[in-house]
DNA sequence: AGATCGGCCTGGACGC
DNA sequence: TGCGTCCAGGCCGATC
């Protein structure tokens, strides 16, 4: 599941094999969830940014192509020495002036569009995403303010993109562990919120060092997986000795997530 | 307007 | 072996 240290990694990979090169066909199953790529042909793409779990590439007529790659999404070179060969799941592929790029995804979560840049009311999560954690713009202040907005526990408000960008299931686990918060908090005062506001830069910086976290399908555009799965200590950790306090880890489901934490030390 | 919930989608794990 | 059921979850749209 990419957050945003995977898609940080994929966009490190892929932005120096993308940037100035020219689209020249684009096939792509004729999906809404992947309308006006192929207005994409004959583009040139002129960089790669990231924002929270998107990838943006501003083309050289003003508009921009836009990714996300869902659950399962992936980019993979053809004719490389990764040994990759497309397969069934291939939902899209760019013909560039010097390769071609295959867009695979098998649970067909991800979305890939063309639109004018900056214009993303067709993108809600998008138009409405928040700060990114690791700029100056994300403040524990900030953060605080936002948190006391909502009545929604912790644990789905960071879910939610808005209070803060590119954090899914895995790293607002793992923030919450590592700040001490229960992930039903309602209430989170100034100074558990600058806890998790610590927290949350730590747990995805140190991701992104380790080129993010393959528990099952994520891999980057070499095929590789990232390295951050041997340090996860409470996602899909249920059961096993919480390193704090010996505890074993709960599970609970909330908002419909699977959320995994320490009973004693994120005491409500 | 914000909170909540079901649907999308498929492979893999599991039970019988 | 094979079949059925459940689970994983980011985002979106409908409903409360």
């Known amino acids: 599941m990419p957050e945003l240290p995977e898609v940080e990694s994929v966009r490190r990979q892929l932005a120096p094999r993308v940037a100035g090169r020219t689209i020249t066909a684009v096939e792509v199953v004729p999906q809404e969830r992947f309308r006006a790529v192929e207005t994409a042909t004959g583009r040139t793409i002129e960089a790669l940014h990231r924002r929270g779990k998107y990838l943006i590439a501003p083309l050289d007529d003003g508009r921009e192509l836009v990714m996300h790659l869902g659950m399962t999404g992936s980019f993979r070179f053809r004719g490389g020495d990764d040994g990759w060969v497309p397969d069934a799941y ?3 592929t760019f013909h ?24 993303y009311a067709g993108i809600p999560t998008l138009r409405d995403l928040g700060p990114e954690p690791l700029s100056n713009d994300f403040t524990a202040r900030a953060f605080h303010r936002a948190l006391s907005r909502t009545t929604a526990p912790v644990k789905v408000a960071l879910l939610g993109q808005r209070l803060v960008a590119g954090v899914g299931n895995i790293y607002a686990d793992e923030a919450l562990w590592r700040a001490r918060i229960n992930p039903h908090s309602r209430r989170v ?5 600058a806890a998790l506001w610590q927290a949350i830069r730590e747990v995805l910086a140190e991701s992104i060092d380790r080129e993010g976290t393959t528990f099952r399908d994520y891999q980057m555009v070499n095929g590789e997986s990232g390295r951050n799965a041997d340090f996860l200590i409470a996602y899909g950790q249920e059961g096993r000795p919480c390193p704090r306090c010996g505890e074993p880890l709960s599970k609970v489901v909330l908002g419909g997530r699977g959320t995994t934490y320490c009973r004693i030390c994120q005491r409500r």
Not at 99 to 107: A, E, K, S
């Open 96 to 119: 560039l002036d010097d390769g071609v790029l295959d867009y695979r995804d098998v649970r067909r979560f991800g979305r890939l569009t063309v639109v004018e840049a900056g214009d």
């Open 189 to 193: 005062g100034p100074e558990r919120a």
């Open 90 to 92: 291939v939902r899209a």
